[in-house]
């Protein structure tokens, strides 16, 4: 009987165990657009291990980028200028190593006349975008041992952050091209965790056994009466 009653008190205090649910927070940070190229740091704060057992990590990671491109056909003919707005946004781990990559690309076919004897980026023969830009995202989790030790404790973490600029442009020799680029990047570290289950306060627990043991002795007596 005592064995039954330590069984029944070991379930009433596993049972919150059984019922913890998955839970998740989040902590997000940025840089403004800024012309490329450039390198941050962006700092988060760390998984508080009190909340429960860390067991993954995402990093969301939203890049833009935008500016203008121009061209100007120098040649006695018309030509074909394709002229792509891009950066390589690279998200890293405070040692250097590579968490996720996004490319946000623009790209348009433009058709120029031939040269009007004019290096303007305008008339007939050149263009000028105006402002133009696109977006990327990337998302990459995380469930590596040395990841979760790593993003877990007291205070933050620095990750880097770093905007390169990758535009170019595809025409014949006799086109002068440019850029403005700038580039601009949201990341958002969100932990995936089962919180701890609450553990009943000692007046509680005491409760739960007192009952156990009075249904154990209302048993008693009436095993004995039979």
Same mark, same amino acid.
């Given at each position: 009987?005592k064995?039954?009653?330590?069984?029944?008190?070991?379930?009433?205090?596993?049972?919150?165990?059984a019922?913890?649910?998955?839970?998740?927070?989040?902590?997000?940070?940025?840089?403004?657009m800024?012309? *490329?190229?450039? @390198?941050?740091?962006?700092?988060?704060?760390?998984?508080?291990?009190?909340?429960?057992?860390?067991?993954?990590?995402?990093?969301?990671l939203?890049?833009?980028?935008?500016g203008?491109?121009?061209?100007?056909?120098?040649? @006695?003919?018309?030509a074909?200028?394709?002229?792509?707005?891009?950066?390589?946004? /690279?998200?890293?781990?405070?040692?250097?190593?590579?968490?996720?990559?996004?490319?946000?690309?623009?790209?348009?076919?433009?058709?120029?006349a031939?040269y009007d004897?004019?290096?303007?980026?305008?008339? /007939? @023969?050149?263009?000028?975008?105006?402002?133009?830009?696109?977006?990327?995202?990337?998302?990459?989790?995380?469930s590596?041992?040395?990841?979760?030790?790593?993003?877990?404790?007291?205070?933050?973490?620095?990750?880097?952050?770093?905007?390169?600029? *990758? @535009?170019?442009?595809?025409?014949?020799?006799?086109?002068i091209?440019?850029f403005? *680029?700038?580039a601009?990047g949201?990341?958002?570290?969100?932990?995936?965790? /089962?919180?701890?289950?609450?553990?009943p306060?000692?007046? /509680?627990?005491?409760?739960?056994?007192?009952?156990?043991?009075?249904?154990?002795?209302?048993?008693?007596?009436?095993?004995?009466?039979?």
């Amino acid at each position: 009987m005592k064995k039954t009653f330590a069984a029944l008190a070991l379930a009433a205090v596993l049972l919150p165990v059984a019922g913890a649910q998955a839970a998740v927070i989040s902590f997000s940070n940025s840089i403004g657009m800024t012309e *490329t190229d450039w @390198s941050e740091a962006l700092r988060f704060s760390k998984f508080n291990t009190k909340l429960g057992a860390l067991n993954a990590i995402t990093f969301d990671l939203n890049g833009l980028v935008s500016g203008a491109g121009f061209a100007e056909n120098r040649g @006695s003919s018309a030509a074909n200028v394709t002229l792509t707005l891009s950066s390589t946004m /690279t998200l890293t781990r405070p040692d250097g190593s590579t968490l996720g990559v996004a490319n946000p690309v623009f790209n348009q076919v433009y058709r120029l006349a031939r040269y009007d004897r004019v290096v303007d980026y305008g008339g /007939t @023969s050149g263009i000028h975008t105006g402002t133009i830009e696109a977006s990327s995202a990337a998302s990459f989790l995380s469930s590596s041992a040395s990841d979760i030790a790593l993003f877990s404790g007291n205070g933050f973490i620095e990750l880097g952050l770093s905007a390169l600029g *990758t @535009s170019f442009a595809q025409g014949p020799g006799n086109v002068i091209t440019g850029f403005d *680029t700038l580039a601009s990047g949201a990341v958002q570290v969100t932990y995936d965790y /089962t919180p701890f289950a609450e553990i009943p306060e000692p007046a /509680t627990l005491a409760t739960m056994l007192a009952g156990f043991g009075l249904m154990g002795a209302v048993r008693r007596r009436k095993a004995k009466r039979a």
